[in-house]
């Protein structure tokens, strides 16, 4: 498995959501290139599409953090 992948079973696993629901998550995910898979054998493997993505990630959690501290 490369970096920063998951399948729908570990995802699941780490957001508590049931598998059915994960995949039907992807599934939009996929259709906005929000996220790409990746298949080996009988599992799909997903990661976030690009970089562009991710830094969209990362600037959402950093202004969710700063309206923590500010109490908002």
Known sequence: ???G???VCDLAAVTGASESSVSHSLQ???AH???R???EGRN???ALHDT???NLLNTMTAHMLESDE???
């Open 1 to 3: 498995m490369q970096g």
């Open 5 to 7: 992948e998951l399948c």
């Open 28 to 30: 939009l995910l996929r």
């Open 33 to 35: 290139r929000a996220v």
């Open 37 to 39: 898979p990746r298949k």
């Open 44 to 46: 799909v493997y997903y």
């Open 52 to 54: 562009h993505v991710s």
């Open 70 to 72: 500010d109490g908002s």
